[in-house]
C-alpha cells in the first residue's frame, strides 16, 4: 500500500511537543501494519467513521486526547488530519 501525508497532517504534526511526536509516530507505524494486515493493536482503537464514494476513512487513537484520521483508496492511503478529540470533530463535519 502507498502512504500518502497531507500537508495539513505534516503542519499539525509539527506543533506536538516531541514527546507527543514519538506517540503520533509509534501509531503511524502500527497503522501501516494495520494496513497490510488488518489486525489492529487494541490501544489503536481503530474505527471506520464513514464512507465517502470509495474513500473509507478511519481513525486511531495515538493517546487518549490526539486523534490521527486517514482515508484508503484502493492500495493508497492518505492521512489527512493529526490533531486533538474537538479538531477532529470539527474536520469530520466539514466532510459531511
Do not use: C, N
Amino acid at each position: 500500500m502507498q502512504f500518502i501525508y497531507k500537508e495539513r497532517s505534516l503542519k499539525r504534526f509539527t506543533r506536538f511537543p516531541r514527546r507527543e511526536q514519538a506517540l503520533i509516530l509509534y501509531a503511524d507505524q502500527e497503522i501501516q501494519s494495520y494496513s497490510a494486515t488488518r489486525q489492529a493493536p487494541h490501544g489503536l482503537r481503530i474505527k471506520l467513521l464513514l464512507t465517502v464514494g470509495s474513500d473509507k476513512i478511519f481513525e486511531a487513537r495515538a493517546s487518549q486526547s490526539i486523534r490521527i484520521i486517514w482515508a484508503e483508496r484502493g492500495e493508497q492511503a492518505s492521512f489527512l488530519l493529526v490533531g486533538l478529540h474537538d479538531e477532529v470533530r470539527r474536520y469530520l463535519r466539514s466532510l459531511r
